[in-house]
């Protein structure tokens, strides 16, 4: 699973946006199959699921992945969470700045 969070800014028309991406293998180590639970996650975040390959190099060996792609409302999701459930540490640092 890997996630990533991200900001960028426009200069023509001032704007700021916030976004939240994480992709994960679409099966565990044992063969099933993680929709219920990246639907689920998908709907907290107001977004879809999108399905895709992740090609590894050198062998070039396709792994499927579920991909989350959250900006707007499923951030807005991700904001009231973090601040009744906080994080530990540096990162919870990092969040509040």
Sequence with gaps: ???????R??????RVECKFEMTVAQATADGDDKI???RSLASFLCCPVVTQDRESSPDTTR???YRLVSTGAGN???VEYLSTYLLF???RLEYQS
């Design 63 to 65: 792994y499927p992945e």
């Design 36 to 38: 219920e639970f990246i």
């Design 1 to 7: 699973m890997r996630g990533t969070f991200s900001v």
């Design 9 to 14: 800014t426009t200069e023509t028309t001032p």
């Design 76 to 78: 807005k999701n991700i």
């Design 89 to 91: 540490s540096s990162k």
